[in-house]
């Protein structure tokens, strides 16, 4: 019995001595009392920065954050950030309730776009629970939710909007972020109700944006400064970037999420420099979709404009072209329809959707009341007493769809909402190996006969590669009637609403990936249908005319005259109740493919359709002789000249000649012209260039000139020109308290 207990007590030895060795055993595997309170909150650019919020208690220090991308299950290519600690004591101040410690931030930079990661937070022997967020790609979704007041030892209320949240998030096949209006907190100023946030399934899988509410603001005893409100609380459990405006760098703020601008807003504050900080950053934003966030509600229950959001905030909406404006705190849901300057518009590019959420804790819901203010603006409005639920929003590249979702998983409202721009120069792609220019010509309009409201732009389809977006607008007025990408494999698209029977001079501008962009200008005249015209072609040919036919179906209060054209020029006008006509042969150039023309010309005398085809035409009349003209003499003093003469037959041959000389060092000749330059024999030749055997010769001969006898042959030298010419983990050894539980085991059972 002793010897097996010997034995026992040996391996058990053996055995934890292993596993502290080799197993990286951490006997503080739970270290949710030590590494507190972790958010994961945007960069600037959430594309390629996400930063990270976390608590540790005042003693401690040398915290930081391990991350990797999520596939690297092994955490081999992880890499390690120190983080920022600060002393904040926050919680400690009036009418707060917590304890003092150290708030920690990290940073992490240069992630990739569209990437998925997971990271850890470690502080000495201990390490947090993985958590995750993605980072920013050009189209993305994100879950919009609101006022859950996170309260009760019993979590029921942050409950109730986790299993919402997460109904949503299954129905939309998942979401990148989850952005809140605020009252997350039942009374900001109490640490542990923002502990507790921090435990929800969401929180720990996804970047979260955040809002101060007026209950994120307030402590357990009111919302006044003088009962201890703040945004102290809020600042202290977010790490978000620091580009507000003075004193409110963690609280007002922006991020870029793929290509999207968000601006987040206090409500708690009513300030110039809060108005002019926000004008700021949408005036200099570059993105493709702008929308602001705040908490107290952009319109009322009832309909009204709410002062603190619709009132305080249209004019800049309106003016650089927000998308949409986010709100909470009624707890009503309600969605305006696109507006600009308070009312309905035409003008896509200028409108504004303004929302309002609901409630989404489950015991907060208001009662749904009647629309009384601006019915013609509120597209839908929804409330229950227990309302539950939150809503997705789907960016995309053509619009945005918004969903509002119950916990039981049931749509309450869906909208889409047009994109105003294309895709900012924020995002490019390489196109080194694309020769842009050769596309250029294939970019135009064209008639869309079917549906005279949706004409075509038409392109190249290797385009789809290289263009980024188009732009289609009248120069004029600046209406825009296209603004968004091509379409892949198809070589044009329909743009609807178009004006009918407007002459419009259009400015297009083709955006590429690499930003470059080709702008040119085009009339264009959508006209009314004219009715049908094709197959055009040759009927028949007799000795002297060419007889042309085709099906017509025109329609007189549109089409005035068709006219007949080789090579360009009109040769014949034609009614266009006609669908023959003749055209002598005589018009046509012999001996080469000429292009014949069916011209419509339209009642303003614009072309609408041409329809084309070739005619080689053959038969012509041909040389079957040349002869050069005899000449007086055979022989010429150098630098002399003569003009030969050719003699055709027949005369009225239309072939084309050619002069050749034998030796164009001793002679030369152009168009029968010969010049003689040294001594010696040539022979000059003129044939013809359809049958070079057709041709006529003379021998010609070039001699010294004969000087008179008291001419000295020698000549007079000329003068010379001159000139100058590129974690380690600590390992737990615990061998003497197992030695010492080792002796005193034996002490006691072996004798």
């Known amino acids: 019995m002793k010897s097996i207990i010997k034995k026992i007590l040996l391996l058990s030895v053996i055995s934890i001595f292993v596993?502290?060795?080799?197993?990286?055993?951490n006997v503080n595997a739970d270290a949710s009392d030590v590494i507190r309170t972790i958010f994961t909150n945007p960069g600037e650019n959430s594309n390629s920065e996400i930063r990270i919020n976390y608590h540790i208690d005042l003693e401690k220090s040398g915290s930081y954050v391990i991350y990797t991308e999520k596939d690297d299950s092994d955490w081999i290519n992880s890499t390690k950030v120190m983080a920022e600690e600060i002393e904040n004591n926050a919680f400690a101040q009036l009418n707060g309730s917590g304890e003092k410690f150290k708030q920690c931030g990290a940073v992490l930079s240069n992630l990739k776009p569209g990437t998925n990661y997971m990271y850890k937070v470690c502080l000495d022997n201990y390490e947090s629970t993985v958590?995750?967020?993605?980072?920013?790609?050009?189209?993305?979704?994100?879950?919009?939710?609101?006022?859950?007041?996170?309260?009760?030892?019993?979590?029921?209320?942050?409950?109730?909007?986790?299993?919402?949240?997460?109904?949503?998030?299954?129905?939309?096949?998942?979401?990148?972020?989850?952005?809140?209006?605020?009252?997350?907190?039942?009374?900001?100023?109490?640490?542990?109700?923002?502990?507790?946030?921090?435990?929800?399934?969401?929180?720990?899988?996804?970047?979260?944006?955040?809002t101060l509410g007026n209950h994120d603001w307030m402590t357990s005893k009111g919302t006044t400064v003088a009962l201890g409100a703040s945004h102290v609380f809020f600042g202290a459990n977010h790490n978000n970037p620091k580009n507000g405006y003075e004193s409110q760098e963690n609280i007002c703020y922006y991020f870029y999420y793929g290509d999207a601008i968000f601006i987040c807003l206090n409500t708690e504050e009513f300030t110039d420099a809060q108005y002019n900080w926000c004008e700021e950053v949408l005036k200099n934003s570059e993105a493709q979709y702008k929308f602001i966030f705040q908490h107290y509600q952009m319109f009322n229950k009832s309909g009204s404009f709410n002062s603190t959001g619709y009132t305080r905030w249209h004019k800049l909406c309106d003016k650089y072209d927000v998308d949409i404006a986010f709100s909470g705190n009624s707890h009503v849901y309600l969605r305006s329809k696109s507006i600009y300057q308070g009312k309905l518009s035409n003008d896509k590019s200028k409108e504004t959707v303004y929302m309002v959420a609901p409630s989404s804790d489950g015991e907060r819901g208001e009662a749904l009341v009647p629309i009384t203010s601006n019915s013609e603006l509120v597209a839908k409005s929804w409330a229950d007493k227990n309302s539950v639920a939150?809503?997705?929003?789907?960016?995309?590249?053509?619009?945005?769809?918004i969903k509002l979702i119950n916990k039981g998983g049931e749509i309450l409202d869906t909208v889409t909402i047009p994109a105003k721009r294309g895709t900012s120069n924020r995002i490019t792609k390489d196109i080194s190996g694309i020769d842009k220019k050769s596309l250029e010509p294939s970019f135009k309009m064209s008639i869309n006969g079917a549906d005279l409201t949706k004409p075509y732009f038409n392109y190249a389809k290797e385009a789809f590669v290289a263009v980024k977006k188009v732009s289609i607008k009248d120069k004029n007025d600046g209406n825009v009637y296209y603004l968004g990408p091509l379409e892949e494999g198809r070589g044009k698209f329909k743009l609807d609403n178009f004006p009918v029977n407007k002459l419009l001079n259009l400015e297009i501008e083709v955006t590429y990936w690499d930003n470059e962009v080709y702008k040119f200008e085009q009339e264009?005249?959508?006209?009314?249908?004219?009715?049908?015209?094709?197959?055009?072609?040759?009927?028949?040919?007799?000795?002297?005319?060419?007889?042309?036919?085709?099906?017509?179906?025109?329609?007189?209060?549109?089409?005035?005259?068709?006219?007949?054209?080789?090579?360009?020029?009109?040769?014949?006008?034609?009614?266009?109740?006609?669908?023959?006509?003749?055209?002598?042969?005589?018009?046509?150039?012999?001996?080469?493919?000429?292009?014949?023309?069916?011209?419509?010309?339209?009642?303003?005398?614009?072309?609408?359709?041409?329809?084309?085809?070739?005619?080689?035409?053959?038969?012509?009349?041909?040389?079957?002789?040349?002869?050069?003209?005899?000449?007086?003499?055979?022989?010429?003093?150098?630098?002399?000249?003569?003009?030969?003469?050719v003699i055709k037959n027949p005369l009225e041959a239309s072939d084309e000649i050619e002069w050749i000389s034998s030796d164009e060092s001793i002679a030369t000749v152009n168009n029968g012209l010969v010049k003689f330059i040294k001594e010696g024999k040539v022979t000059i030749t003129v044939r013809s260039k359809l049958d070079n055997s057709i041709k006529g010769t003379i021998e010609l001969e070039a001699v010294k000139k004969e000087l008179p006898p008291d001419v000295d042959p020698t000549p007079t030298p000329e003068p010379k020109p001159s000139g100058c010419n590129s974690g380690s983990f600590q390992f737990v050894w615990y061998t003497l308290s197992l030695l010492g539980l080792v002796i005193v085991l034996k002490k006691r059972f072996v004798k």
């Open 19 to 25: 596993l502290a060795i080799f197993g990286n055993v």
């Open 131 to 210: 958590h995750y967020f993605k980072t920013g790609e050009q189209y993305f979704s994100f879950l919009w939710t609101s006022d859950f007041h996170t309260y009760y030892d019993n979590g029921s209320r942050l409950k109730n909007a986790t299993a919402t949240i997460e109904e949503a998030i299954k129905m939309n096949g998942g979401v990148d972020f989850v952005l809140s209006t605020g009252d997350t907190i039942a009374h900001g100023g109490t640490y542990k109700w923002w502990n507790q946030l921090s435990t929800a399934s969401w929180i720990n899988n996804y970047m979260f944006a955040d």
């Open 390 to 401: 939150t809503s997705v929003v789907n960016v995309r590249e053509n619009n945005i769809t």
């Open 524 to 645: 264009f005249l959508n006209r009314k249908s004219f009715g049908t015209i094709d197959s055009f072609k040759i009927d028949s040919v007799t000795d002297n005319d060419l007889i042309l036919s085709w099906n017509a179906s025109l329609k007189a209060e549109e089409v005035k005259e068709l006219n007949i054209l080789i090579n360009g020029k009109v040769v014949k006008t034609i009614a266009i109740n006609e669908k023959k006509a003749t055209i002598s042969l005589t018009d046509l150039e012999a001996g080469k493919d000429n292009e014949i023309s069916l011209m419509l010309i339209d009642t303003e005398n614009n072309e609408i359709v041409t329809l084309k085809l070739n005619y080689l035409y053959k038969d012509k009349i041909v040389l079957s002789d040349l002869t050069i003209k005899n000449v007086s003499k055979d022989s010429f003093d150098i630098g002399d000249t003569i003009q030969l003469e």
